[in-house]
């Protein structure tokens, strides 16, 4: 496996999944483009990334060999023009992690798709590497005190715990506050233990932001939150929260329909995972994302992780990480009849489906919008529009009212499939109501 340089312009091409021969190529594509031709080769680049600085023809040439558009192109500023994308695991690379992300997020644009090879590479790296012990970042910089760290800690929380129709207005506040954690760890001075509670919290809150932007469709930019995660998670040891995050960036592969990319790391993730919800979670996911692959194929595979979910799960006491305190026989229930609908066993996959909706609690708004379009989905499966028609207006309803884009694309994902059903009862009203 190559190894990871550190130079911006070798980490942006691991991170678009290139290699150097493809690079190089690219290059020359690119010169071809304009009638030219490019003298490039390897040895160049290498020298490009030993610290030469290329001309500006030639970086307009790497920029469009990477995939992105010639204005991004700042040739006074190489290298920091480019999108880095993805930062290697190591020693102090939570702080760089961290202000990639706040720095990709300020961009009206996102130029850069961090690649599912590039993802998994960093899952494996996470599930081999050992963490540097944590200490002083600065000396001589400012004091960090308990209560301004507790203070952080509580109003994050608090955030966090608000309802979910209310917590679509926290972005912003959210984005301050791990500004704010960002500065604290690049410039404070702190013991040890500070330093422990700083970097659970920004990786906590890098996993809530992410979630907010994967929800709003910025996927690029809730991969750079939920790897700013897990550079934190890892700084503080702390291999459940590492798991949760590395689950996170599985969920987000496995929507954008990458199922190889999604199950690799989500295998990464279990060797490290301790806490029986966590690895309860982690396992649904992974029997998701193997169904939605291969369905029927890896049956005996997608059954053992159902059964280990669902082990877990009953061993699962309340004392939970924080990211997965909700896991619940609701969730087992409707990913089960999730993973049961790829398998072909549409009746019962229905009766999980239904049976766990019915046990959600009232407070997860967001989650029930999502079972609703699962059961609405179920319903079809079973030729009956009717139902479907309702749960699918429910759901978009209730979207729209707290928020969710996410949840108004799966009810989205379903139009086409009530067209052969447009004279069926309520399938008009929904229709139109999902074209207002």
């Known amino acids: 496996m190559e190894a990871t340089p550190q130079h911006p312009l ?18 020359h594509d690119a010169a071809a ?15 490009w990334q030993r610290g030469v600085t290329p001309s500006e023809e030639s970086q307009i040439y790497i920029a469009e060999a990477l995939g ?9 500023d190489w290298p920091n023009w480019l999108p880095n994308g993805l930062i290697a695991l190591g020693p102090r690379s939570s702080v760089p992690a961290l202000r990639e992300a706040l720095r990709t997020a300020m961009e009206r644009r996102t130029f850069l798709t961090i690649s599912g090879a590039a993802v998994t590479a960093l899952a494996a790296d996470w599930a081999t590497g050992s963490p540097d012990a944590l200490t002083r970042t600065i000396n001589d910089g400012k004091p960090i005190g308990e209560d301004l760290v507790t203070y952080l800690e509580n109003s994050t929380t608090h955030l966090a715990d608000l309802p979910t129709e ?21 410039h404070g001075r702190y013991t040890p233990g500070i330093a422990l509670r700083l970097h659970t919290l920004a990786a906590s809150l890098s996993q809530t932001i992410a979630w907010h932007r994967f929800d709003q469709g ?36 496995a929507w954008q329909g990458d199922h190889t990319t999604a199950a690799r790391i989500l295998e990464h993730a279990l060797t490290r995972a301790q806490n ?5 979670l982690l396992q649904l996911r992974l029997a998701r994302t193997l169904a939605a ?50 398998l072909g066993d549409t009746r019962r996959a229905h009766q999980l489906i239904t049976e766990g909706e019915q046990m959600l609690p009232s407070a997860r708004d967001k989650t029930r919008g999502v079972f609703l379009t699962y059961r609405a989905a179920s319903y079809l499966d079973q030729e009956e529009p009717e139902p ?49």
């Open 10 to 27: 070798a980490v942006a091409r691991l991170a678009a999944g290139q290699t150097m021969d493809a690079f190089v190529s690219g290059i």
């Open 33 to 47: 483009r304009r009638g030219l031709r490019s003298g490039t080769d390897e040895a160049r680049v290498r020298k």
């Open 68 to 76: 992105w558009s010639p204005d991004i192109v700042r040739a006074d």
């Open 166 to 186: 209310q917590r679509q207005h926290t972005p912003a506040l959210l984005d301050a506050h791990l500004a704010t954690v960002t500065d604290l760890l690049e």
């Open 218 to 253: 910025h996927h690029t930019r809730a991969s750079q939150h939920w790897i700013a995660g897990l550079h934190n998670a890892h700084a503080a040891s702390d291999h459940n929260l590492g798991a949760g995050l590395l689950g996170d960036l599985a969920y987000q592969a």
């Open 276 to 280: 029986p919800a966590a690895r309860s």
């Open 293 to 342: 692959r291969h369905g029927p194929s890896e049956r005996n595979a997608i059954l053992r992780a159902l059964a280990a979910a669902e082990l877990h799960l009953n061993d699962a006491s309340t004392d939970r990480p924080a990211w997965c305190a909700w896991m619940s026989e609701a969730d087992l229930a409707v990913d089960s009849g999730q993973t049961l609908l790829d």
């Open 388 to 436: 479907a028609a309702a749960a699918a207006a429910e759901a978009l309803l209730l979207a729209r009212r707290i928020g969710a884009p996410r949840c108004v694309k799966l009810v989205d994902d379903l139009l086409p499939r009530f067209e052969p059903y447009s004279h069926a009862s309520g399938v008009p009203e929904f229709l139109h109501l999902a074209a207002a």
